[in-house]
């Protein structure tokens, strides 16, 4: 199995890598800094490198990068400082995911491609009904105007649930809604839902990003984690509830 990780030199995608690379998996990732990625996994048999800005790339050298890939897992997200929160590219994570699924779609694939995002539990799945506060709605919508990358979330999955949709031929995908995230040493328990138990914005709950990693690992290797979960957007929260 190979799989291409993007975003892999963030806190999160990194974990990720390495429980990929755990499981045996082969493993390419697309990193502009190479002194970024911990140096343990880069000297990896498993691992291959890319060392380039994603969106840098040209259409036809991403759909080299993704043809021979059974999977394509995205932990990309805007750096928390005022650069990376009001500057470009604003829908970073949303222009990624397609041109990532244009070539993957190109390849024209036997079998579907797995695309597995990292997304947010202050997003809703649009496509089931999630009560909601009225406070928590009023302060989601000042987010939105306020706060770009709120607005690129929620274009990304709308995205896989509108344009891919649940029937795709080449696609199928699964994009994945942590809470507050926190940093973990180890995995522990946790918890996954369709839809969330708790208000992100007026009553949050944390998950650790190792696990968060461990999820997508799953989805990624285990089929029938992933004929669980697949065309949904899983909750995933810190230990048991």
Request: proline share 5%; net charge neutral.
């Amino acid at each position: 199995m190979t799989i291409l990780v993007v975003g892999a030199s963030g806190a999160t995608g990194r974990l990720l890598v390495e429980e990929l690379l755990s499981r045996g998996a082969k493993v390419k990732v697309v990193v502009r800094s190479l002194q970024r990625f911990p140096k343990h996994l880069r000297d990896h048999e498993n691992l291959a490198t890319i060392q380039a800005s994603l969106l840098d790339l040209t259409d036809d050298e991403m759909i080299r990068h993704v043809e021979d890939c059974d999977a394509v897992a995205s932990c990309l997200g805007h750096n928390l400082s005022f650069k990376g929160l009001f500057g470009h590219p604003r829908k970073l994570v949303t222009e990624a995911t397609r041109r990532l699924c244009h070539a993957i779609k190109s390849n024209r694939p036997t079998k579907p491609v797995k695309f597995v995002l990292m997304n947010t539990a202050g997003n809703s799945n649009r496509d089931i009904d999630e009560p909601l506060p009225f406070l928590h709605k009023i302060v989601i919508g000042l987010i939105r105007l306020l706060l770009p990358p709120h607005g690129d979330n929620e274009n990304v999955a709308d995205y896989l649930r509108l344009k891919i949709g649940q029937n795709d031929q080449d696609i199928e995908w699964a994009a994945i809604r942590p809470d507050s995230l926190i940093n973990k040493e180890e995995i522990s328990e946790y918890q996954v839902f369709a839809s969330p138990t708790r208000s992100a914005i007026l009553d949050p709950g944390q998950t650790s990003r190792i696990n968060v990693a461990h999820f997508m690992a799953e989805l990624i290797t285990d089929e029938n984690a992933w004929n669980t979960w697949k065309g949904q957007m899983p909750v995933i929260y810190q230990g048991v509830l």
